[in-house]
């Protein structure tokens, strides 16, 4: 009897097996046919996005721009592409000038206020209105500051100058 159960537990975990077997290779066929139709429409999307026809139309443009724009000053295109990348790092330095004017009017405005007094009749004194002043120069400055994007414009001007040079000679061109 012994034998016979055995038997049938060793009949049992054998057909179990060869279940597991079947669904495990039942869900490496789903595996490998997921890959291979994301292989094919990565194969398909890679031909119809082509980048090299814009970068060669940017390239066109700049290069036109850039020629026309020294053709017309009578200079060297390496000048006026040197010149653009030098009136990028001005413009970085003006417009941090602009942010630390900012800057150096919400500290005034701070400090005024808060030396400031307000009299017994509810009026403030001299600093306390120096303090107002400054507040509504510093309102004024950072919506100039936000309208014109100088932040990230300075940014660029000192980390990458070429990238505005390029940016305003495609503007030239257009």
């Not at 194969?43 to 090299?52: F, G, M, N, Q, R």
């Not at 509504?136 to 070429?162: D, F, K, Q, R, W």
Request: charged content about 15%; glycine content about 6%.
């Amino acid at each position: 009897m012994k034998k016979l159960m055995t038997m049938i537990a060793l009949l049992i975990t054998v057909s179990a097996q060869a279940q597991d077997k079947t669904a495990v290779e039942k869900a490496a066929a789903t595996v490998s046919n997921a890959v291979d139709s994301t292989k094919a429409a990565v194969k398909e999307t890679v031909h119809l996005v082509d980048t090299s026809s814009n970068f060669r139309k940017i390239y066109t443009d700049v290069t036109s721009g850039i020629t026309a724009l020294a053709s017309g000053l009578k200079v060297g295109a390496e000048h006026v592409y040197g010149v653009l990348v030098k009136q990028q790092i001005v413009v970085a330095i003006t417009d941090t000038i602009w942010i630390l004017i900012w800057i150096t009017c919400i500290a005034v405005c701070w400090s005024n206020l808060k030396k400031g007094n307000i009299d017994n009749d509810g009026e403030p004194d001299g600093r306390a209105w120096l303090g107002i002043a400054f507040g509504i120069v510093s309102i004024v400055l950072l919506i100039i500051i936000a309208l014109t994007g100088m932040i990230p414009e300075a940014v660029m001007g000192y980390c990458n100058p070429e990238y505005g040079a390029i940016e305003q000679i495609i503007k030239m061109v257009k």
